[in-house]
């Protein structure tokens, strides 16, 4: 929330498994609690332009809200939304969007509204500074030894002591927050290590709600549409399966996500009416 002091939009760079989900969903919540302002969410789609973005992030926090047909309509409604509320626009996964009109769009939004933010997460760099676009870059490169060994401390805390030694891994598994997590429940970190098989069918069914959606999901709101489900919540984040964010959101990795859709049990169309009726 610091960095929205001097700049309207944030842009975080880095592998996947980094975090960067995380750090835009806290970044986001934490400046729409500064100026009680409003979060909207959308992780991209492979392909997608920058209108089918604006126009998701219209629909997905506005569902009866009339969808903009253009870019242009969609910039304008996303401006005419920001003159009513305080908003922060979160774009995950912005290395899927094919459009070179999304940096002018980017330098559009962030010129076009004092009480506009805007926060990407990406895979690969957005040239910020290029497009002349009042913006901040992270980057977030591997863990250090000492970061890595204080999130294999707090998973001790939370989960007990890990069957694996922390200084038997190499730094490919010690720099990222989703291979470290993996290993210390004795699992691989990469696709082929996601195991799905030890899953009771009651949080089969759960990880395949929560993938339904297309990106992390309100706890709270969740457990009030499918109360008697989430029971089964804990023994998903003991295996690592899903994680909580400082908001209370639960949030998905790519590769758990994608481990799941190809499973005997992938999100359904019950999966898909629940979200509906979360929105």
């Known amino acids: 929330?610091?960095?929205f002091s001097r700049h309207r939009v944030l842009a975080?760079?880095?592998v996947a498994g980094i975090g960067k989900t995380s750090l835009l969903l806290t970044a986001a919540h934490e400046q729409a609690r500064r100026t009680a302002g409003t979060v909207a969410y959308y992780v991209c789609a492979e392909g997608d332009g920058t209108g089918d973005v604006?126009?998701?992030?219209?629909?997905?926090?506005?569902?009866?809200a009339s969808r903009a047909t253009?870019?242009?309509g969609a910039l304008d409604e996303i401006l005419a939304w920001a003159r009513r509320t305080p908003l922060v626009l979160c774009i995950d996964d912005a290395h899927r969007i094919s459009d070179p009109l999304l940096l002018d769009v980017l330098a559009h939004?962030?010129?076009a509204s004092p009480s506009l933010w805007l926060v990407l997460a990406s895979r690969r760099q957005i040239p910020l500074p290029e497009a002349d676009i009042d913006?901040?870059?992270l980057r977030l490169g591997p863990l250090s030894i000492e970061s890595a060994r204080t999130v294999w401390a707090d998973l001790e805390d939370r989960f007990g002591p890990s069957i694996v030694r922390f200084d038997t891994l190499d730094a490919a598994r010690r720099g990222s927050p989703f291979a470290l997590r993996r290993a210390f429940a004795g699992l691989p970190g990469n696709e082929e290590g996601v195991d799905l098989t030890g899953l009771t069918p009651p949080q089969a069914a759960l990880l395949a709600q929560i993938c339904a959606f297309d990106g992390p999901v309100d706890m709270d709101r969740l457990a009030a549409v499918i109360p008697d489900r989430m029971a089964a919540l804990p023994e998903l984040l003991q295996s690592l399966?899903?994680?909580v964010t400082q908001a209370r959101s639960i949030t998905v990795h790519d590769l758990v996500r994608a481990t799941v859709a190809r499973s005997p049990r992938p999100p359904a169309a019950e999966d898909n009416l629940v979200c509906l009726a979360f929105y």
């Open 1 to 3: 929330a610091h960095t």
């Open 12 to 14: 975080i760079c880095g």
């Open 54 to 64: 604006l126009t998701s992030l219209l629909a997905g926090t506005r569902p009866a």
């Open 70 to 72: 253009s870019l242009r």
């Open 109 to 111: 939004l962030g010129a």
């Open 135 to 137: 913006g901040a870059i």
């Open 241 to 243: 399966l899903v994680d």
